[in-house]
């Protein structure tokens, strides 16, 4: 990730006109796209109503794409970029997994197919993107697995049991995710992680102000992260090999204070 791009402000008048000037064929998609987030905003003042009304209409048009990948190529190699660092980290079959923001599967149908029968829990807030889900399960002929796949209004969690999931994923969920969702998760994590189990997330990374655009993205600085996961007594860092790899966000792990 270069200097430069961790120092944009994507929410400036300045970047956006110069971004506009590079790439004049994203200015009608871009006016598309804020006429949308201007009528949801109206409609929707809640976040995650917000979000679930974005996820409904980017899924009625294509569920990968929703996800955020541009071809179905890309949405494999994504799903197989999550999986492998995983299970590089520690991931084994008999661990259980909850999924946060688990989408349409672009990664879950890989880690439902490693785990061990029922040890894969996929939550997600959109009901539309659950059901794209349930198509990618059938694709991959995964139905023995019994993966649990449930909708969620919230990030408190307080649905599942404590102490009992090894690893707990979400990708691509806090970069969507205002300063008050990320803490809520945070707040509730700690709870459901069983011993020396982790908490993985990615997130847009900046290095320069603290910005969104619209209200789809989001971008935050590491400490901002690191310091919001100790006010909840749990041990946290930056892990660096993920930056490695050819994804455009950063990654921090996250577990119970020994």
């Avoid at 000037?21 to 409609?43: E, F, G, N, Q, S």
């Avoid at 492998?84 to 672009?106: F, Q, T, V, W």
């Avoid at 100790?230 to 921090?252: N, T, V, Y």
């Amino acid at each position: 990730m270069s200097r430069k791009s961790l120092l944009t402000n994507r929410a400036g008048l300045t970047h956006k006109v110069g971004y506009a000037l590079r790439h004049p064929a994203r200015i009608t998609p871009y006016v598309k796209r804020a006429a949308r987030d201007t009528w949801l905003r109206l409609k929707h003042p809640g976040h995650v109503a917000y979000y679930r009304a974005v996820m409904a209409s980017d899924t009625g048009r294509n569920p990968e794409a929703a996800v955020g990948s541009r071809s179905h190529e890309r949405w494999l190699a994504l799903g197989e970029m999550q999986f492998d660092y995983l299970a590089e980290h520690g991931l084994k079959p008999g661990h259980r997994m909850l999924d946060i923001g688990c989408g349409n599967l672009r990664a879950g149908w890989r880690f439902i197919a490693y785990l061990d029968t029922g040890n894969y829990y996929g939550i997600d807030i959109s009901p539309d993107i659950l059901i794209s889900a349930k198509r990618t399960l059938t694709t991959y002929e995964l139905q023995d697995k019994l993966p649990h796949l449930t909708i969620t209004q919230d990030l408190k969690l307080d649905f599942l049991p404590s102490a009992h999931f090894d690893v707990v994923h979400a990708h691509s969920v806090f970069s969507h995710s205002p300063l008050d969702v990320i803490d809520e998760c945070l707040a509730h994590v700690g709870r459901i992680l069983a011993p020396g189990g982790f908490f993985d997330f990615t997130f847009d990374r900046t290095e320069g102000a603290e910005h969104q655009v619209l209200r789809e993205d989001f971008y935050y600085r590491t400490e901002t992260l690191l310091r919001l996961a100790r006010k909840h007594g749990l041990e946290a860092r930056f892990m660096d090999d993920w930056e490695k790899r050819p994804h455009g966000q950063s990654k921090i792990r996250v577990s119970n204070s020994a």
